[in-house]
């Protein structure tokens, strides 16, 4: 590699050092007559042709970026062709729109040929692409995820492209505007035949070359070459400035800002505090993308909800349709009284917290919890003491862990005090500890916050620790919403006992009236309408399964051998095996003298166990009589 590399640069470069050996030795016949001014109409016309360039290809480059179709790949394509022209070619096809017998060229009286017009038109003919190309490759990196969190901060159409896309995409428009600069300032081609006078850097070099020969032409050639090189090496030493944003409310240090708490124990700021008035959320949303149709309804009694189920659910297209990032024609959404439904992103007062966190690269942290349109520098300094990342404001995205990165996101979101906070899986790619710390301390923040929250997860845990009513989704549709006890404690469906994790999920038969035949095992005492003979799904949790030594148990439940004990730190998850054939799953927390192949009576109260005569109907058990074996304390 440094071999085949070092061969194309010792090409390139031998030619510039042999200029200046010839140059240094001052050779004969060298003139420097009309240089000057050749070389100010070259570093003018190009400059003025890459102003031109920059502010109306950096639009058309953002356009091409957003949209497809054929018309706008047709655009692509005739923006890029005057890269496959011969330079030469581009004059003579300019030459029919601005030359002195055209329409334009009369309007104008002549003065778009043989002009410095002429030599700007010809240069940004053929320097165009190069922008526009680069440009466009640039807003197609930008993530979509950080307009839309732009977009529920509060940011509008405009205010995202130019604090948005603008900022991430300038390093390849910084490099698209250095290319065209340098193919304007080179340009001979087009600007021969549009523009012979003035003399242009490479005109000159061209006639002074046709006139005396070689040796007249390496000055100018030498000028070009130092000029270009100085160009290279500004942008190299000053690249940050160029397309940077000036400082704005919010961008103040937080060590600036005016201590609103005396310590994060302290009390919420007064605009928090006084809205604890946990505002509920009701929606009914409808949306379609392609084959896959959302139809989701929900009449909130409760501040916290969680929408729990598998991964294509329609989980994070729920969110997005309550955000307004899908349009205004998806359903209502009613927050506290307000209707969100028919409002912009931007005028919902919304909080985002996407899966991946959703930072601005460009960024420290201070300035995105800043962010915000109504983000108040008070608040976000309250919320970056009260999660802990006071001390990261100055860091940029790259520098901060995912823990860290989440802790901003949710930062950002509570900065702009929403009345509604939406978290979309935000703990899903995090290591196991810091996740639970997040868990933690989101479900303190909703106690001590007036804010209602949606919180989309796959992981029935979280699910039952971040809300009070839960909706299960799959496909698009709603299988069971309900409080987070009901909804737990009593599946509606084989499919929604799945997505909530439940271990012992069976098969079995009726075999009569409280009697279910189920792996070789006759259960007795479960109520249940269906007939004898009906083959059913039946579960029960783990945690609701009993474990006591066979001396202890008496005649109550069932007798059976204890397979395997795992023990995953906080309880021991223990595999046991009826006598018969029925293998179950039990949880304790106090199961230090349970071992494998040691006997046990297995308890399962008749209440806990939920029947159906097939999938997707709706529960068939009640409680009857007293459970088959006690209940010992920390099952």
Not at 195 to 204: G, N
Not at 356 to 369: E, F, I, K, T, Y
Not at 466 to 474: F, G, M, Q, R, T
Request: aromatic share 6%.
């Amino acid at each position: 590699m440094p071999l085949l590399g070092g061969l194309l640069a010792l090409y390139l470069l031998v030619p510039v050092v042999v200029l200046l050996v010839h140059l240094a030795g001052g050779g004969r016949g060298m003139s420097t007559d009309g240089l000057a001014s050749a070389t100010w109409v070259s570093l003018l016309t190009a400059t003025i042709a890459t102003a031109v360039v920059g502010v109306l290809g950096i639009p058309l480059a953002w356009l091409l970026a957003q949209n497809r179709g054929p018309v706008w790949d047709a655009v692509g394509v005739a923006v890029q062709l005057p890269l496959a022209l011969p330079p030469l070619m581009g004059g003579i096809l300019l030459i029919q729109i601005v030359g002195p017998y055209t329409f334009l060229g009369r309007l104008f009286g002549g003065g778009l040929t043989d002009t410095k017009a002429a030599i700007i038109l010809a240069q940004t003919f053929v320097a165009a692409p190069f922008l526009v190309i680069s440009a466009r490759s640039a807003f197609g990196t930008v993530d979509p995820g950080l307009n839309e969190v732009a977009a529920t901060l509060g940011h509008g159409g405009w205010s995202r492209f130019r604090r948005v896309s603008l900022p991430v995409a300038a390093p390849g428009i910084r490099a698209g505007l250095l290319l065209t600069w340098l193919r304007a300032f080179g340009e001979f081609g087009a600007t021969i035949i549009l523009a012979y006078h003035p003399y242009s850097l490479p005109v000159f070099t061209f006639v002074q070359f046709s006139s005396t020969g070689l040796p007249s032409a390496l000055p100018p050639t030498g000028v070009a070459i130092g000029a270009a090189a100085v160009v290279l090496a500004l942008t190299g030493w000053w690249p940050g400035r160029l397309l940077g944003g000036r400082r704005r409310r919010g961008s103040v240090p937080p060590e600036q800002v005016v201590e609103v708490l005396p310590g994060p124990e302290a009390a919420l700021p007064p605009p928090l505090a006084a809205r604890a008035d946990h505002g509920r959320l009701s929606f009914d949303l409808r949306d379609r993308i392609g084959k896959f149709g959302l139809h989701l309804a929900h009449q909130g009694h409760a501040p916290h909800l969680a929408i729990l189920g598998p991964s294509g659910a329609g989980k994070s297209l729920t969110l997005r349709c309550l955000a307004g990032l899908r349009g205004r024609d998806t359903g209502t959404v009613r927050v506290a009284g307000r209707e969100l439904g028919r409002l912009l992103p931007e005028q919902r007062r919304i909080g985002w917290v996407p899966q991946d966190a959703g930072l601005l690269p460009h960024l420290n942290v201070w300035q995105q919890v800043t962010f915000g349109v109504s983000a108040d520098p008070g608040v976000a300094h309250h919320w970056l003491v009260r999660l802990g990342i006071a001390e990261l404001s100055r860091r940029r995205p790259h520098e901060l862990s995912g823990g860290q990165r989440q802790r901003v996101a949710l930062a950002r979101a509570l900065a702009c005090e929403p009345d509604l906070l939406l978290l979309d899986e935000p703990f899903s790619s995090l290591d196991a500890p810091v996740r639970d710390e997040l868990r933690r301390e989101l479900r303190r923040l909703q106690r001590e916050v007036g804010i209602a929250t949606v919180v989309v997860t796959h992981d029935p845990e979280e699910a039952a620790l971040l809300a009070e009513e839960v909706i299960v989704l799959a496909e698009g549709r709603v299988r069971q919403a309900g409080t987070r006890a009901a909804v737990f404690e009593r599946p509606a469906s084989p499919e929604v006992a799945r997505l909530l994790r439940i271990d012992n999920l069976k098969s079995g038969r009726i075999l009569g009236p409280g009697r279910i035949h189920t792996e070789g095992v006759e259960l007795v005492g479960i109520a249940s309408r269906a007939e004898a003979g009906t083959e059913v799904m039946w579960c029960v949790r783990a945690e609701h399964v009993s474990l006591l030594p066979l001396a202890e148990g008496g005649s109550d439940g069932y007798p059976g051998s204890i397979s395997e004990v795992f023990d995953l730190g906080v309880w021991r998850e223990v595999t046991v095996r009826l006598d018969g054939g029925l293998t179950l799953t039990a949880r304790t927390v106090d199961g230090r003298d349970l071992a494998p192949g040691r006997r046990c009576r297995v308890g399962l109260p008749p209440g806990d166990i939920t029947v159906w005569a097939h999938a997707g109907e709706a529960t068939l058990t009640a409680p009857a009589g007293p459970p088959l074996a006690p209940q010992p304390g920390g099952r």
